[in-house]
């Protein structure tokens, strides 16, 4: 069985430019959610989806957007870059989102911003 | 709001000797508690988790953890560490029905030989 995927891997960008990043949750797997990893600051939650419904989000800008696809498949876009937006972007699914599924992660985007 | 904290930023420990590594939660219902490990250039993978019933939990790779209610803390122990264990330690909460998990900041794990 196929792990979570993530594209791309890595991503270098400048500032006021837009990224849209992917990720293809393991197969049955309807729950998608996003944290974005920086030094210090641990996992921070961006959103999760489900069956193409955000049913949660943390508190990020209005930058910070995504959307889910009817085969799961994910996408979080951010606009208008900003420096502090370079992380390590990682998507985890499972198969309802519940605390009693387990999450699974993919390797995550690294998004460098110039 | 819900928090994790995890008390130390890294901890170096000898081959062969215990480590612990401290998590305190904050959710007082249906919680549901979490430890992940994270490899170099790798996304994080599942040790262990609390979901209900015995309060100690075993976990991969020789991993336990202990759910203590009264200090809402979710601590994590291994008696005996090999250098392969060398990497980042996530303790994690979610909530029953908020689709939302909240991390600490990471203990970095050193195993020296």
């Known amino acids: 069985k196929a792990g979570v995927t993530q594209t791309p891997r890595y991503l270098i960008k400048t500032r006021g430019q837009q990224v849209t990043l992917s990720c293809s949750p393991i197969?049955?797997?309807?729950?998608v959610s996003w944290y974005q990893q920086t030094p210090g600051q641990g996992l921070q939650f961006l959103f999760e989806?489900?069956?193409?419904?955000?049913?949660n989000k943390g508190n990020f800008p209005g930058r910070f957007s995504g959307r889910q696809f009817s085969n799961s498949r994910s996408e979080m876009n951010v606009s208008t870059l900003e420096l502090g937006d370079s992380a390590l972007y990682l998507c985890?699914?499972?198969?309802?989102?519940?605390?009693?599924?387990?999450?699974?992660f993919g390797p995550g985007t690294r998004l460098t911003v110039l | 709001a819900q928090s994790v904290t995890q008390l130390d930023s890294q901890v170096p420990v000898f081959e062969e000797a215990p480590v612990e590594l401290r998590c305190n939660y904050s959710?007082?219902?249906?919680?549901?508690l979490f430890w992940y490990v994270q490899y170099p250039n790798q996304g994080l993978q599942l040790l262990l988790k609390?979901?209900?019933?015995?309060?100690l939990v075993k976990g991969i790779n020789g991993f336990e953890a202990e759910f203590n209610k009264s200090q809402t803390s979710f601590h994590l122990r291994k008696p005996s560490v090999h250098i392969s264990d060398t990497a980042e330690y996530f303790c994690?909460?979610?909530?029953?029905?908020?689709?939302?998990?909240?991390f600490g900041t990471g203990t970095r794990l050193k195993v020296l030989a």
């Open positions: 609390y979901l209900s019933g015995s309060t």
């Open positions: 989806y489900f069956s193409e419904t955000q049913r």
């Open positions: 959710s007082s219902v249906s919680v549901y």
């Open positions: 994690a909460e979610t909530i029953s029905g908020t689709y939302k998990y909240i």
């Open positions: 197969s049955g797997h309807r729950s």
């Open positions: 985890a699914s499972s198969l309802q989102g519940e605390g009693y599924n387990e999450q699974f």
